[in-house]
């Protein structure tokens, strides 16, 4: 296709008319910010950061049954300089959270991160002292995928979802969307309301203060009535 053809009217060239025939435009108009957009989400490449049973998930969700390829996600990247998407699969112990925030200081920007499953989200059934609570003390979470594990349905709607988010984007507020603050690292992203409506009395957290009876309980409780 020639320059003449991009011409009003077709030029003089063979192939006369239009993108979507004679009489149509021979252009489109639109925004930076679409195009860019448009661009980011049907490209993304994951980084796997899979610890546990959450990973198998995650694994499936690529193969034939459920092909993660139809949105441009199969190429899995194991390289964090290489990937823009990590996906955080299962249970992070303290001593595996400088790991995971080094892979993630590593990604290129723009980046994003989906927690997934209740172990990644919220240290899951694993409430002891070894487990992060939640990455979300570690690195900004984009999306949350609840289950123990999640199936591979919910992988592919979190990452629908990141795709959504990039499309609201704009160009305008790059650095607002890309910012962030050194003040705010390794520290809850919640709110302190969010904080306790996550954490207690009955959710997964140390700060359980009720048994299961209902009893509220201190820290300077006998253990007889913890056993009530």
Excluded at 166 to 193: G, M, Y
Aim: include cysteine.
């Amino acid at each position: 296709m020639g320059l003449t053809d991009k011409l009003p009217g077709g030029g003089s060239a063979k192939t006369t008319g239009g993108m979507f025939g004679p009489g149509s435009p021979t252009f489109l108009t639109s925004k930076v910010d679409a195009l860019i957009n448009w661009g980011r989400l049907n490209s993304l490449w994951p980084m796997p950061f899979g610890t546990a049973c959450c990973a198998i998930e995650m694994m499936a969700s690529a193969a034939s049954n459920y092909d993660l390829a139809r949105f441009g996600m199969e190429r899995m990247s194991f390289s964090p300089r290489q990937a823009d998407v990590l996906i955080c699969a299962g249970r992070v112990p303290y001593k595996l959270a400088p790991v995971l925030r080094r892979i993630w200081d590593q990604m290129p920007q723009p980046k994003w991160a989906i927690s997934m499953g209740a172990c990644a989200s919220s240290g899951g059934v694993f409430d002891v002292y070894s487990m992060v609570q939640g990455i979300d003390t570690i690195i900004p979470v984009d999306v949350y995928i609840p289950g123990c594990p999640p199936r591979p349905e919910g992988l592919i709607y979190g990452l629908m979802m990141i795709q959504e988010k990039i499309r609201q984007e704009s160009l305008t507020k790059h650095f607002e969307h890309r910012a962030e603050d050194p003040a705010l690292v390794a520290r809850p992203r919640a709110s302190e309301i969010e904080v306790v409506g996550l954490t207690g009395p009955f959710g997964n957290s140390t700060q359980q203060d009720k048994l299961s009876t209902g009893v509220v309980v201190t820290p300077d409780a006998p253990a007889d009535d913890l056993l009530s």
